[in-house]
T-cell receptor
Framework: GQSLEQPSEVTAVEGAIVQINCTYQ??????LSWYQQHDGGAPTFLSY????GLEETGRFSSFLSRSKGYSYLLLKELQMKDSASYFC????????????FGQGTTLQVKP | GAVVSQHPSWVICKSGTSVKIECRSL??????MFWYRQFPKQSLMLMAT?????????EQGVEKDKFLINHASLTLSTLTVTSAHPEDSSFYIC???????????????FGPGTRLTVL
């Protein structure tokens, strides 16, 4: 099966950099994605890592190490609007395309 | 980017009634859609994979006779919560993968969700 672990909460200051970690165990690996979800809203796609290394998209970066079963999401130049829940998700077995989500990390950005 | 819509955005119903939720991909064809349920302050839990033209695949522990899924066309999947009870109150979200995304990314687009409250 699949299991993912994330810290439940992270707090940071506006303008700072914050890292949200995700460790996972899967039977077969088909990629790991990060999603952002504001209260009451739908998850929105942030980034995807299929291979080891760093992917950068604007203020967001995501890193993957398949050998360690580890990923992190890095948010730079934090803004108040970045306060949200962040989920890592792995694609399910047999490359079906379905996503298995971690429990999510609530990021609170303070002024 | 690709857009997925859901209808209704919220619904309140009496216990014992059935509720149908629609999920549409607006600018792409989705042979596969996914249905998730999310309770307050919790993660998204995959309920089932909706396959166009065939039966849905349900995750372990999800009652297929209670949560009926129909994927009648390449742009529409429906989830019907039958004989709803208060414990079924939740946020139901669908998603679909844009087949145009290619292999270097894995973008799934989520609908805005449907908040179901069963009295």
């Amino acid at each position: 099966g699949q299991s993912l672990e994330q810290p439940s909460e992270v707090t940071a200051v506006e303008g700072a950099i914050v890292q949200i970690n995700c460790t996972y165990q899967t039977s077969g690996f088909y990629g790991l994605s990060w999603y952002q979800q504001h209260d009451g809203g739908a998850p929105t796609f942030l980034s995807y890592n299929g291979l080891d290394g760093l992917e950068e998209t604007g203020r967001f970066s995501s890193f993957l190490s398949r050998s360690k079963g580890y990923s992190y999401l890095l948010l730079k130049e934090l803004q108040m609007k970045d306060s949200a829940s962040y989920f890592c998700a792995v694609r399910g077995p047999s490359n079906t395309g379905k996503l298995i989500f971690g429990q999510g990390t609530t990021l609170q950005v303070k002024p | 980017g690709a857009v997925v819509s859901q209808h209704p955005s919220w619904v309140i119903c009496k216990s014992g009634t059935s509720v149908k939720i629609e999920c549409r991909s607006l600018d792409f064809q989705a042979t596969t859609m996914f249905w998730y349920r999310q309770f307050p302050k919790q993660s998204l839990m995959l309920m089932a994979t909706s396959n166009e033209g065939s039966k849905a695949t349900y995750e372990q522990g999800v009652e297929k006779d209670k949560f009926l899924i129909n994927h009648a066309s390449l742009t529409l999947s429906t989830l019907t919560v039958t004989s709803a009870h208060p414990e079924d109150s939740s946020f139901y979200i669908c998603s679909a993968r844009d087949p145009r995304s290619g292999t270097t990314t894995d973008t799934q687009y989520f609908g805005p969700g449907t908040r179901l409250t069963v009295l």
